[in-house]
């Protein structure tokens, strides 16, 4: 299986469901992952610079810690000027790339975040803007690309409409995601979407529609984490997904999509203490150190055990550096745009 998986990049459906019922062995998995990601993007590390700007959101995903029905949650939005503080701070640091990320906040409107993302470009121009922001009309996409904004992210969570309603309430549809995504395909932007690993009632089968979802989108960027619980929301008693399965998945992502962008996701780094690195060593390329005021940023609190929530932004470069030195790579602060 690993060697069609190398020379094709692809596998069959049975083959898929196999990688996702049994155990593989990780090591040849993960030097053959590490292979394509060197073949395309040599040792480099892309850093991106995240803004969590709002943790307020209108929507009620039952795995998300700030969903609106969380009465615990500490809400909080950053102004205008907080936002380019964080990226006039960035730029100093070396960061090229902003990651605007925030929950479905109503009061950023249209014209907020136009205002936002053109304040960005005329301080940076050489930067790129990155939205996180979630769904909207095509028109408002089209609206933020206009402003400057290049590349987008929104994961689409699960492929299969069965899974996809066991995870959100009535009021959302997976139809409306995939929408939103291919939208955003055809405006121009960078996309990236993904998916949590061992979500609750995921299956090897839901698994193979993310993958064969993912082929016909062909994003830019694929982001994937294990799931971790949250306290206050309807899957409090679920289990978190699994360290070395995630690990897997990763390996399997960057062998059947070796031109995209694979960020080794905090969610990595909450569940092991070097949960990064061991990403990085399975095939990500891409890590997103915290540029958010360090007074808000344990309020985003999407899953528990969320770390890196008390260091300064500078810290954060310099300890990601680190981490991604000592898994043997090199952190690059460019544009660095997917090869997709
Ligand atoms: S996952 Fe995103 S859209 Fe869903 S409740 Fe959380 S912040 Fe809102």
């Known amino acids: 299986m690993l060697d069609k998986l190398i020379t094709t990049h692809d596998l069959s459906d049975a083959e898929l469901l196999r990688f996702f019922s049994e155990p593989q062995e990780e090591a040849p998995l993960f030097a ?8 395309y993007y040599g040792d ?7 803004i969590e700007f709002t943790n307020i959101c209108k929507n009620d995903c039952y795995y998300c810690g700030i969903r609106r029905s969380n ?7 950053l102004t205008d000027a ?9 730029y100093d640091l070396g960061y090229r790339t902003f990651v605007l990320q925030g929950g479905e906040d109503g009061f950023f ?3 907020k975040i136009c205002a936002i993302v053109s304040a960005i470009k005329a301080a940076h121009p050489d930067c790129a803007v990155t939205l996180s922001i979630g769904e909207k009309s095509r028109e408002s996409y089209q609206a933020y690309y206009d402003a ?3 590349r987008y992210l929104l994961r689409h969570e699960t492929a299969d409409p069965v899974h996809y309603r066991k995870l959100h309430p009535a009021e959302m549809s997976l139809e409306n995601r995939k929408r939103c995504l291919f939208d955003l395909k055809a405006i121009g932007y960078q996309v990236g979407s993904g998916f949590m690993i061992g979500s609750p009632y995921q299956t090897p089968e839901t698994l193979l529609s993310d993958i064969r979802f993912l082929q016909a989108l062909c994003p830019a960027m694929i982001g994937v984490g294990p799931y971790i619980t949250h306290r206050e929301t309807p899957f409090a008693e679920m289990p978190p997904g699994e360290l070395h399965f995630s690990l897997r ?3 399997l992502l960057r062998l059947m999509f070796p031109k995209a962008l694979i960020p080794a996701t905090t969610a990595f780094a909450s569940l092991h203490a070097e949960g990064r690195e061991l990403a990085l ?3 990500a390329n891409v890590v997103m150190p915290n540029l958010s005021p360090v007074t808000v940023r344990k309020h985003y609190d999407l899953y528990e055990n969320k770390v890196c929530l008390g260091d300064e932004a500078a810290h954060c470069r310099g300890c990601m550096e680190r981490r991604i030195a000592s898994a043997g790579y090199r952190a690059v602060v460019a544009v660095g745009d997917s090869l997709v």
Do not use: F, K
């Open 82 to 90: 907080e936002i380019l503080a964080c990226c006039d701070e960035g």
């Open 44 to 50: 480099e590390v892309y850093m991106r610079g995240l």
């Open 281 to 283: 060593r399975a095939g």
């Open 148 to 150: 400057g904004a290049r």
């Open 71 to 77: 009465s615990h949650a500490v809400r909080y939005r």
């Open 109 to 111: 409107t249209d014209d």
């Open 249 to 251: 998945i990763v390996a």
């Open 32 to 39: 053959a992952a590490d292979a394509v990601r060197r073949e």
